[in-house]
Antibody
């Protein structure tokens, strides 16, 4: 069974840092591109970052570029999001999502984690 | 960056109604569009991929159409279990993006 489990969320003050982890199981993690998506309270989905299967290609949305760093460890079946210089408007539920495009030639984020809450407040 | 505009932003319909949600891209994205359903308190679920393909396990009352810049998600006969928010998402080129969402409820 495919599972993605996020951890590392919590409450942090503005300007602080957090590191989110997403641990994958039930599939060959190293074959899949991965993404982080967030959802602010009462708002819609916002794609924030992508990493290729090898980690060689990385992209960010403009609002987090320079503050957030996506990475992965295929040996540990894990995806990470290092979040620095956090702002109040980074408060959201953060999801990791599997992108099945490369191994299957079908579009879509087909598996999502349960989401982890990040709250930035003084 | 490619922008996706969904309409309507909210919709109330009766059980059995045919419901259509539209998604317009700011530039040609061919068929590189997916649709997701998100129920309250849950992670999103993939419904339609590559504009018109039904994801495995999704009821056949859901369908997707379109290419280029104009896309639709249709529920042929609305069921109480369909109460959710619906999002389109493009994957034509990075950065990916989602539409702003459509909240659907039952009259």
């Amino acid at each position: 069974e495919v599972q993605l489990v996020e951890s590392g969320g919590g409450l942090v003050r503005p300007g602080g840092s957090l590191r989110l982890s997403c641990t994958a199981s039930g599939f060959t993690f190293s074959l899949y591109e991965m993404n982080w998506v967030r959802q602010a309270p009462g708002k819609g989905l916002e794609w924030i970052s992508y990493i290729s299967s090898t980690g060689g290609a990385i992209y960010y949305t403009g609002s987090v570029r320079g503050r957030f760093t996506i990475s992965r460890d295929n040996a540990k079946n894990s995806l990470y999001l290092q979040m620095n210089s956090l702002r109040v408007d980074d408060t959201a539920v953060y999801y990791c999502a599997r992108d099945r495009g490369v191994p299957t030639a079908k579009g879509g984020f087909d598996y999502w984690g349960q989401g982890i809450k990040v709250s930035v407040s003084s | 960056d490619i922008q996706l505009t969904q309409s309507p932003s909210s919709l109330s319909a009766s059980v059995g109604d045919r419901v259509t949600i539209t998604c317009q891209a700011s530039q040609d994205i061919s068929h590189f569009l997916n649709w997701y359903q998100q129920k309250q308190g849950q992670a999103p679920k993939l419904l339609i991929y590559d504009a018109s393909n039904l994801e495995t396990g999704v009821p056949s009352r859901f369908s997707g159409r379109g290419s280029g810049t104009d896309f639709t998600l249709t529920i042929s006969s609305l069921q109480p279990d369909d109460i959710a928010a619906y999002y389109c998402q493009h994957f034509a080129i990075l950065p990916f993006s989602f539409g702003q969402g459509t909240k659907l409820d039952i009259k």
